[in-house]
């Protein structure tokens, strides 16, 4: 230990090169002897000079500020009654204030960093305290955008549930607060440049989860929230985009504050998301038509395939609603062509397949429902979910028991079981022939 401080102060007293030029040398010794004591952990001894340095020349080095959080935590530590343990805890968080004052402009550690820090290491001792961690948090994410670290945007969503929690009437606090970090939480989990993009994926789990246990998303709650802000922010074109897009990643687009968002926006700047909105609104009103043009606008404005598919296979559902079945053929097989991993638009097929007249021979006629249960059976094989599986194993078994008689088959000059077959009309499907 002897040599170490004598180290120490030697190289106190060749220090001239990176400090102020009116620093006095009491405080250029001190600030040498603190840092190297610092730096291999040695906090007792360092802490009496870094003290006086901090208190003479708070501006003499950031050190006085990072290694600063090192030496009150170890002071903390050795803290054996609560009025030592506060001292040097209330000395923690007048550091990162003095941090922000004098170096709250600095490019690599801003103001917002700072925050952030402070934020967490109250966390760290007071995890309950939500209400004061929340705006020093939330400015620090606000402020730090996609540079926020992983960590510090799950103590952002945690404390703001907490405090819903607390309190429900801060249900569009937290719904703001999730939605602002969850676009940063999928941009970064999302970018491959990142070395720690997988620990925004796994944040992003997780409030995700805590998201949904809230029971803030509920829809009706969402609705009766966002419905009077989307009539005072209906100019604002970014804040109707992000109520459309909350909605949709809920579910909830069948609600009036969904649609209201939509035609807002579409007013400002017509755009793909925004026909969606209409064209779900108008469909749900009943003016199929109108659902129909808004739908065609939403996949021309679209660039994205997904988003082509699903707007193609709405077209096709209204069709459906108006037992237009070829139109219905036709846009579902376009969806398909955009998405073949989809299941819903085979149900679909199948469905309107069995609707089709294609011959007056009574088992000819029956081939329309091997095209069908051939429909469902690709349904749960592209999309092989549980949902999607049950739904259409059900179909397959209430169609199968349409198909003519093993007998209808023999007697048949056309068919054999088996065989190819040719469905023909609008059908225009190639099937197997079976039998019941």
Excluded at 10 to 15: I, N, P, Q, T
Excluded at 164 to 175: G, P, T, V
Aim: aromatic fraction near 12%; proline fraction near 3%; glycine fraction near 4%.
């Amino acid at each position: 230990m002897k040599s170490l401080k004598l180290t120490a102060l030697l190289v106190a007293m060749l220090f001239v090169g990176n400090v102020a030029a009116q620093m006095s040398e009491e405080c250029k010794v001190n600030l040498s002897l603190f840092t190297e004591y610092a730096k291999v952990k040695n906090y007792a001894d360092a802490y009496e000079p870094w003290v006086k340095v901090y208190t003479e020349c708070p501006t003499a080095s950031k050190n006085i500020y990072s290694l600063g959080v090192r030496i009150l935590e170890w002071k903390i530590k050795q803290a054996t009654t609560q009025d030592e343990f506060k001292a040097a805890f209330d000395q923690l968080m007048k550091l990162y204030d003095d941090r922000i004052q004098y170096y709250g402009t600095d490019k690599k550690t801003p103001r917002p960093a700072i925050l952030a820090d402070k934020a967490s290491k109250y966390n760290k001792y007071f995890p309950d305290d939500n209400a004061t961690i929340y705006p020093w948090i939330k400015e620090a994410i606000h402020g730090l955008g996609n540079a926020s670290a992983a960590n510090e945007l799950q103590l952002f969503v945690f404390t703001s549930a907490n405090l819903y929690k607390a309190d429900n009437s801060l249900a569009e606090q937290f719904i703001g607060d999730y939605t602002f970090a969850d676009a940063i939480l999928t941009a970064n989990s999302q970018n491959a440049d990142l070395k720690d993009a997988e620990n925004y994926t796994s944040v992003k789990s997780a409030v995700d989860v805590l998201f949904a246990a809230s029971g803030v998303a509920d829809c009706a709650k969402m609705n009766e929230i966002f419905l009077p802000n989307v009539e005072r922010n209906n100019a604002d074109l970014k804040y109707l985009e992000g109520v459309m897009k909350l909605f949709k990643r809920l579910k909830c687009i069948e609600h009036e504050a969904y649609y209201k968002a939509a035609e807002y926006a579409h007013r400002i700047s017509p755009s793909a998301e925004a026909a969606t909105g209409l064209g779900n609104m108008s469909y749900v009103k009943g003016d199929l038509d109108k659902a129909i043009e808004y739908y065609q606008e939403a996949v021309n404005l679209s660039t994205e395939d997904l988003d082509i598919a699903d707007n193609l296979f709405r077209i096709a559902q209204v069709y459906y609603k108006k037992e237009q079945y070829q139109n219905v053929r036709k846009y579902c097989k376009e969806s398909l062509a955009k998405n073949p991993a989809q299941g819903q638009p085979h149900i679909m097929l199948g469905l309107v397949y069995a609707q089709a007249k294609v011959s007056d021979d009574p088992t000819l006629q029956k081939a329309v429902y091997w095209a069908s249960v051939d429909q469902f059976a690709k349904a749960k094989s592209v999309e092989p979910t549980e949902d999607m599986v049950e739904q259409a194993n059900k179909l397959i078994r209430t169609y199968s028991a349409y198909f003519p008689s093993k007998e209808e088959v023999f007697m048949h000059p056309d068919v054999e079981e088996g065989k190819s077959h040719f469905v023909g009309g609008w059908v225009s499907e190639s099937t197997t022939v079976r039998s019941k």
